[in-house]
């Protein structure tokens, strides 16, 4: 009952507020969502880079991006990991916090789209937390759950490549996340078309 008074009078930052207040509108803008992380843990695994795009009226609107590279040296360095990728990035370059304030001015209340986007919405959580906000308040859709529904399978996995083949989407070199943000856009596109839904 304490913690429940505490966080209703808890001051949030303002950008958590702004966030929070772009909700009082539904969105018609998807953002795909793609996160390069250290590992699938995320209790103990960090953020590396967020690619995104937008998708409004089934058009993806290339303009309408955003990257950025998270500046992990100290996990980088204390799990005896190379931070080259880090260094060589020409992509802006942000502190954890940073980088999470941006995402969230990016996304506003658009819905989430990826592959497997739930993990990633679970990385961000767990930096929101330990930042003093709320969860996440966007909805979200996965392009792997939208694949097994069309199929009526879901006892199987299907990787971003998996699904690259199966609706024959061009091959980029995929050398970033906006890379796999932009392949998981038409993607999107596909299966939203043979979903049948707006």
Not at 38 to 58: E, H, R, Y
Not at 105 to 115: E, K, M, S
Request: glycine share 4%; proline share 3%; net charge negative.
């Amino acid at each position: 009952m304490l913690d429940w008074i505490k966080n209703i009078n808890k001051e949030y930052p303002e950008f958590w507020k702004s966030y929070i207040a772009k909700f009082e509108t539904k969105s018609s803008r998807y953002v795909i969502l793609s996160t390069e992380t250290t590992g699938l843990n995320p209790k103990k695994d960090v953020i590396l880079s967020f690619g995104a795009i937008a998708v409004v009226n089934d058009i993806i609107r290339i303009g309408d991006n955003f990257e950025v590279v998270i500046l992990q040296y100290k996990y980088l360095h204390d799990h005896g990991l190379s931070n080259e990728f880090l260094i060589e990035s020409k992509l802006p370059k942000f502190a954890e916090y940073p980088a999470i304030q941006a995402l969230l001015d990016y996304i506003g209340n658009a819905v989430l789209v990826g592959h497997r986007i739930h993990f990633d919405i679970e990385m961000i959580n767990d930096v929101l937390e330990k930042m003093e906000c709320g969860k996440l308040k966007n909805e979200a859709l996965d392009i792997e759950i939208m694949h097994q529904k069309l199929l009526d399978i879901t006892s199987k996995s299907f990787s971003l490549e998996d699904l690259i083949k199966h609706y024959k989407v061009p091959l980029n070199d995929r050398n970033s996340a906006s890379d796999d943000a932009y392949s998981i856009a038409l993607l999107f596109l596909k299966l939203k078309s043979k979903l049948g839904f707006k």
